[in-house]
């Protein structure tokens, strides 16, 4: 039995302001995946997972999260190469800092209560946001069935 296997390692981070608000991100840099996300990016070989996050949300908004609160996880297999792929959901609400844009697009404060209406989302955080907003799931994943995929949580 195979114990390992080739797995892509990625964070996303839910950052409240402290009065009902979440920053969020306009992706525009992928010519196929874009829309409002939390920001996030990759897990670099050698670099430990919470790390990880406050660098891509410094990278990404100009703000340096403190004490980002791991809230779940969302995994999947890719299509293309069957690759497992994760990504570590977490939340901040203490950070400092200015807020700018990045090469990953202009970053701006919404309603968390208006997110989820939102038509301006990027494909799957619809899904996602019970991980960050509901402390009972903790986890999200995809469950193929037949010619498509059921939304687990746990």
């Known amino acids: 039995m195979v114990r390992t296997e080739e797995v892509e390692l990625t964070n ?6 402290g009065n009902g608000n979440v920053l969020v991100q306009n992706k525009t840099n992928h010519p196929t995946w874009h829309g409002w996300n939390f920001p996030g990016g990759h897990v670099e070989q050698g670099e430990f ?3 990880s996050v406050i660098r891509e949300v410094k990278e990404e908004t100009g703000l340096t999260i403190e004490h980002p609160r791991l809230c779940g996880i969302k995994e999947f297999h890719k299509l293309k190469d069957g690759k497992r792929y994760l990504v570590f959901c ?3 609400d203490r950070f400092f800092g200015e807020l700018k844009p990045s090469k990953e697009g202009e970053t701006f404060w919404v309603p968390l209560s208006d997110l989820e209406a939102s038509e301006h989302l990027i494909d799957g955080l619809r899904e996602m946001l019970p991980v960050f907003t509901d402390s009972k799931i903790s ?3 995809y469950e193929r069935r037949s010619d498509d995929f059921k939304t687990i949580y746990c």
């Open 12 to 17: 996303m981070c839910m950052i409240c302001d």
């Open 49 to 51: 997972v919470t790390p």
């Open 90 to 92: 977490y939340v901040a």
């Open 139 to 141: 986890e999200i994943y």
